[in-house]
């Protein structure tokens, strides 16, 4: 089976970074991807890790330690509309292209 | 803005019902994914097409099913609706390498209501 763990709220300061953690569980694994869903709106794909170590995409990176079964999103300089759920996901490897999906950490920034 | 489609955006159902909801993809994706996103919770994988066949289902029954056309738009059926039902669904499309990156484009999905 998969599990993944992630904290349900995280709050922020304005222009501070904020890291979402993000533990799983699966038979097989592919690699760790992370999406932002703004209320109402569709998840939108920010980053993907297959190997151990830190992407970075602008204001947004990724990590993946696979030996610790553990990545995190880190957002920096946050902006108020960084307020959104995310989602860690990982790929199922029983053929189909498919992602299994977290809960989900809800991110309020305030001023 | 992903390029997919879905209609329509809100319906409401009595339990019992069907319902159909439609995709259009992203130019040049050539598979569909269902999701069912229930309330604060993560989307779930219903099932994904690829070439007009079902390519992988998750764990839902038979009353929910699928359909993929040559221009690779697809739809999702519900028969025999139940108040849990009430959700979420997105349709995401990708091309079928696309996978390796764990990239889908989601579309903004079909809120329905079940009651």
């Known amino acids: 089976g998969q599990s993944l763990e992630q904290p349900s709220e995280v709050t922020a300061v304005e222009g501070a970074i904020v890291q979402i953690n993000c533990t799983y569980q699966?038979?097989?694994?592919?690699?760790l991807s992370w999406y932002q869903q703004h209320d109402g709106g569709a998840p939108t794909f920010l980053s993907y890790n297959a190997l151990d170590g830190l992407e970075e995409t602008g204001r947004f990176s990724s990590f993946l330690s696979r030996s610790d079964s553990y990545g995190y999103l880190l957002l920096q300089e946050l902006q108020m509309k960084d307020s959104a759920s995310y989602f860690c996901a990982v790929r199922d490897r029983t053929g189909a292209n498919n992602l299994f999906f977290g809960t989900g950490t809800r991110l309020t920034v305030i001023p | 803005e992903t390029g997919v489609t879905q209609s329509p955006t809100h319906l409401i159902k009595t339990r019992g019902q069907q319902v159909t909801l439609r995709c259009s993809s992203q130019?040049?994706?050539?598979?569909v994914s269902w999701y069912q996103q229930a309330l604060g919770q993560g989307p779930q994988f219903i099932f994904q097409?690829?070439?007009?066949?079902?390519?992988g289902r998750g764990n839902f029954p038979p009353r929910f099913s699928g359909l993929q056309f040559p221009n690779y738009s697809s739809e999702l059926n519900v028969n025999a609706l139940e108040l849990d039902d009430s959700a979420l669904y997105l349709c995401?499309?990708?091309?079928?390498?696309?996978?390796?990156?764990?990239?889908?484009?989601f579309g903004e999905g079909s809120r329905l209501t079940v009651l």
């Open positions: 097409y690829y070439r007009e066949e079902e390519n």
């Open positions: 699966t038979s097989g694994f592919y690699g």
């Open positions: 130019s040049g994706h050539n598979t």
């Open positions: 995401a499309s990708s091309q079928s390498h696309a996978g390796v990156t764990g990239e889908l484009f």
